[in-house]
């Protein structure tokens, strides 16, 4: 097209002649020869990087990117549209300078520009490559070329600082957790069971042994640990962003309380995290919620009913979830009965008020000793507001 411009403006001014046509086809010509130059112009010369403050954020933290643009040679450039080509998640989100600019270089050898993402969303997010394109003034000729600049961020989930406080008032907790698991008060004895190897030989209860033929001996109160197990629900439902960040800001709150937690998710795949403690434990376990997706495909109570065997006798055993089910109760209650103490978070939205059927189910899961505490989006703390400590 370039080329025919220049022919049919050279042939007008030959046959039609006089000032006015020579004056366009000379008046052409500049931008004529500009974008022949401009063709033989390689966009190779073209340095881009990326300057990420740091790798490392929490979601809702704004992220500041700037971009520098270097080249060797004062080759005169009309514009340069440069857009850094986000995933979607990145893409769609609030942005108030776009990661799309327009620049006008002229003949500067170095420029950059910068732009905001307001409120980063939870994941892990890839940079990996900038368009960048030139042309000439009038839009006669265009040169586009998408250059690779690899760059990684990790944005871990919101999480609400809050003191964590056991549910349960058993026998010696105090505000501190224990470091062992289970221990025996050989002073307070509850109830006979049946001889186990093991049992020491002052624990045999004579006068039942007596009675029943059999060597009994005392049941003694146990020392609970605070030791917390935690099972996330990942099917797809649209407060799942809070219940990922109800899990981050409770496991935080445990290890950070002195005791030890673990975790399982299944999602597109399952992940169990053993019960531990420490600041590199918990590193792991936000690294995990900062992937995590809601992708899985059967029922939260399924998920307990083949995944429930590993959990310990003497930990807290805490589900976490949006959808509150009379199969998820059951499952609970069974548990319960076999693993101690179960504890059920149900997450809804701000001022988000439960249903006739939830307020029924919680009453059903409170009659067959399942804990039901309901908590809001962004009202985390309230959870354990109100657990008092003997």
């Given at each position: 097209m370039l080329i025919v411009l220049i022919?049919?403006?050279?042939s007008y001014a030959m046959f039609q002649g006089g000032f006015v046509s020579w004056f366009l086809f000379y008046s052409f010509l500049p931008f004529a020869i500009y974008?022949?130059?401009?063709?033989?112009?390689?966009?190779?010369?073209?340095?881009?990087?990326?300057?990420?403050?740091?790798t490392d954020y929490n979601a809702g933290e704004p992220l500041r990117v700037s971009i520098n643009v270097q080249r060797s040679k004062a080759f005169p450039l009309f514009y340069l549209i440069i857009e850094d080509n986000l995933e979607e998640t990145l893409k769609y989100a609030l942005q108030q300078k776009r990661s799309k600019t327009l620049l006008l270089p002229g003949v500067k050898k170095e420029f950059s520009y910068e732009y905001t993402i307001d409120e980063l969303p939870r994941g892990e997010h890839f940079f990996q490559s900038f368009t960048l394109r030139i042309g000439d003034l009038l839009g006669l000729f265009e040169k586009?070329?998408?250059?690779?600049?690899?760059?990684k961020i990790i944005v871990y989930p919101a999480y609400t600082e809050f003191i964590y406080r056991p549910f349960e008032n058993q026998y010696d907790q105090g505000l501190t957790a224990s470091r062992e698991r289970v221990q025996r008060d050989t002073t307070m004895a509850v109830g006979v069971r049946d001889y186990q190897p093991g049992d020491r030989f002052s624990w045999i209860n004579w006068k039942a042994t007596?009675?029943?033929?059999?060597i009994m001996t005392k049941e003694f109160e146990?020392?609970?640990?605070h030791d917390v197990f935690v099972v996330m629900d990942c099917v797809p439902d649209k407060r799942f962003e809070a219940v990922v960040s109800f899990t981050a800001s409770?496991?935080?709150?445990?290890?950070?309380?002195?005791?030890?937690?673990?975790?399982l998710t299944i999602s597109k795949e399952r992940a169990s995290f053993p019960i531990r403690g420490g600041e590199q434990h918990l590193q792991q376990l936000f690294y995990h919620l900062a992937k995590i997706e809601a992708k899985c495909l059967k029922p939260f109570e399924k998920v307990l009913e083949t995944d429930g065997f590993f959990i310990q006798q003497s930990v807290s055993f805490m589900l976490i979830t949006a959808q509150l089910t009379k199969p998820l109760i059951e499952k609970a209650s069974f548990l319960g009965q076999r693993k101690g103490s179960i504890t059920l978070f149900l997450i809804k939205d701000q001022k988000e008020s439960p249903?006739?059927?939830?307020?029924?189910?919680?009453?059903?899961?409170?009659?067959?000793?399942?804990?039901?505490?309901?908590?809001?989006?962004?009202?985390f703390a309230a959870a354990f507001s109100e657990v008092i400590l003997r």
């Open positions: 022919f049919l403006t050279f974008c022949v130059a401009l063709s033989f112009y390689s966009l190779n010369e073209l340095v881009v990087t990326r300057v990420l403050p740091k586009e070329k998408t250059v690779s600049a690899d760059g007596a009675k029943r033929n059999e146990q020392r609970q640990s409770l496991l935080r709150a445990v290890l950070k309380k002195g005791a030890q937690t673990g975790l249903t006739e059927s939830e307020r029924s189910l919680i009453a059903i899961a409170n009659a067959r000793g399942v804990r039901v505490v309901m908590v809001h989006d962004g009202e």
